[in-house]
């Protein structure tokens, strides 16, 4: 990599630092649910064209898509994408800090604020270096990466990949574990599948004391869940990463009340497609006969969710060996599997792809939660390294 480029991208992202502070700020105090981003949308779109980038909204409702070409590049050459996701949580924020959520129940705690406020700074430097870049980048603002079913197989089916095609594309998230200045990714796989499994059990009410008058869909529901776990433990190849978790089991009886209806709430997460299909199989079957075995009924939904997120390995090696040239080896790190989910995951179905986090621990400054918290923050120096990371991956 050329020294001067590299001193140049470094004294960009020092001179649009405040800048880019106030875009995540404003995103920030302005947080809007998945597949409700509009005015997200909006305030993207004017910061775009401020910087002269041209670029499309309402890309899958509430996606954006902007393209960097130099004076150099025709029309239909293929080019580098880079992604950010755009919505929040449904969480209530409890920071006391100048930008914190100005909409109720509603928070950005997982950092798609700080990945947006990264894209649009990444956007005016490779904008002012666009003459110097031998590949065109496509930026992609995705709606909808927390709710199924994923703001990317949406805005894939927006044909956000083509016109021109995207033949590699890279996107950062945040990582509270690390300090600021500090990267990792993984080359293959890296996570998970995620579905979510809705299983409604029901019965016949009655009273607590006439048990043999009732059908008891607390009990079935019971079993189920009980039955269901050895899915993952006998029918799993243990080399295969699989979870199967229930987080809700609603059943209002009372002391003397047996409930008509339970309702459990669950997620099935893995990394083989083949074990995926034949296991939420298994599930919605073996719960259905569980339940008639007991005289009663199960009705079992399965939403599927996103795919299992596999990085492409060379891809991802010239990422790692850019950064730690830029970094130091002593500040990129190669991450372990995790069985959380990412939507980025439908891009690396259809092209090679590198995702990778950045640090944004600051413990003397007590910014040590953890994403999807109430008191999630970042360190903002962090915003330099995710701009740096993000003009570095296209050149």
Known sequence: MDQNIRESIIQQSEELFEKVVGYRQHLHKNPELSYQEFETMKYISEQLTKIGVPHETGVAETGIVGIIRGDHHSKDQACIGLRADIDALPITEQNNVPYISQNPGVMHACGHDVHSSVLLGAAEILFNMRNELKDPVKLIFQPGEEKNPGGASLMIKAGCLKNPEVKEMYALHVFPDFAVGQVGTKEGLYMASCDEVYIDIIGKSGHGATPHETIDSILVGAEIVLSLQQIVSRKCDPKIPCVLN??????????????????????????????????????????????????????????????????????????????????????????????????????????????????????????????????????????????????????
């Open 246 to 395: 229930f987080g809700h089991f609603e059943g209002l009886g009372t002391t003397n009340v047996v409930p008509e209806k339970v309702h459990i709430k669950g997620t099935f997460r893995t990394m083989n497609e083949e074990w995926r299909a034949k296991a939420l199989k298994q599930i919605v079957k073996q719960a259905e006969l569980i339940a008639e075995a007991h005289g009663a009924k199960a009705i079992v939904e399965i939403s599927k969710g996103y795919p299992f997120l596999e990085n492409d390995v060379e891809l991802t090696r010239k990422f790692v060996s850019k950064a730690n040239k830029w970094l130091g080896e002593e500040n990129v790190h190669d991450l372990p599997i995790r069985l959380t989910a990412e939507d980025f995951s439908f891009y690396a179905q259809e092209i090679p792809t590198c995702f990778f986090r950045i640090g944004v621990r600051n413990e003397e400054k007590g910014i040590v939660h953890g994403v999807h918290n109430s008191r999630f923050d970042i360190d903002h120096e962090a915003l330099k390294t995710g701009m740096q990371m993000m003009v570095m991956a296209c050149i």
